[in-house]
């Protein structure tokens, strides 16, 4: 599993990242000691994150604040100097509290735990998705997303991103809506006249297009879709077709 540590403690810090990377199923990709910087990171959709462990007592926004404010949270190890933190963590739907200082055979028995909660939601994926729903009229899509089915107008979807087992579909005037969904999928169904797959993490709405800069479709002056090499000659086609002269 792909995982981070955030803690403001900074002997704390190291020493759950020293725990990670001698747990041979576990691969750290990224601690911090500061919540707004793992916040950022978290929140952005390119970093693949199974599980994190999270200080409760941060000093910029409690733990468990911070990790409500995901829209797509991985797994969560809480962990504080406070026991009575531990009510609030299950609570939360946590996988595990680790009361400070954290030997290594607690932590290894989260781990444990972790582990089966990641094998859960693996087969529950699978599960949702011999069942998953996608219907396209040429109009509007429906959709299964967090047990619902849901309609999306095509006119609404400014692009679609792949994340691991799961699409994103970024709509305007909403927050993103998130389906058990291959991209691939979503490619075949969307009107190929009017979607694009520009990346082999992206699909854009041609109609949306405001503006291109160095290989990047700009999405609201701050999201940068890249135009890989290998769709490259299609877009550039379609840019040679609109082109004014």
């Known amino acids: 599993m792909k995982c981070i540590a955030i803690d403001n403690d ?3 810090l190291e020493q759950i990242a020293s725990y990670i990377e001698n747990t041979p199923t576990l691969q750290l990709v990224a601690k911090f000691g500061k919540a707004p910087q793992a916040q950022a990171f978290l929140s952005n959709s390119k970093n693949d994150v199974d599980l994190a462990f999270v200080d409760t007592d941060l000093a910029e926004i ?3 604040d911070l990790v409500k404010t995901l829209i797509d949270a991985p797994l969560i190890i809480f962990a504080s100097k406070d ?5 609030d963590a299950i609570k939360f739907g946590a996988v595990d509290f680790l009361l400070k200082p954290i030997s290594f055979d607690d932590f290894k028995a989260s781990v444990k735990r972790a582990e089966i ?3 859960d939601r693996q087969n529950r994926m699978m599960q949702q998705a011999r069942s998953s729903t996608f219907e396209c009229n040429g109009r509007f899509i429906f959709i299964k997303s967090e047990y619902k089915v849901m309609r999306i107008n095509l006119d609404d979807i400014k692009f679609v991103e792949s994340m691991r087992e799961y699409v994103r579909f970024h709509v305007a005037d909403g927050r993103p809506i998130m389906s058990l969904l291959t991209i691939k999928a979503v490619e075949n169904y969307l009107p190929k006249e009017k979607f694009m797959r520009v990346h082999r993490s992206y ?3 041609l109609d949306k297009i405001d503006v291109i800069e160095r290989a990047r479709i700009v999405f609201d002056n701050d999201t940068f879709i890249p135009i890989s090499e290998q769709y490259k000659d299609r877009f550039q086609t379609f840019l040679d077709k609109n082109f004014a002269q």
């Open 62 to 64: 409690n733990g468990i």
């Open 203 to 205: 699909i854009v709405n």
């Open 10 to 12: 900074a002997k704390s």
């Open 83 to 87: 026991k009575e933190r531990a009510y």
């Open 117 to 119: 909660s990641y094998e």
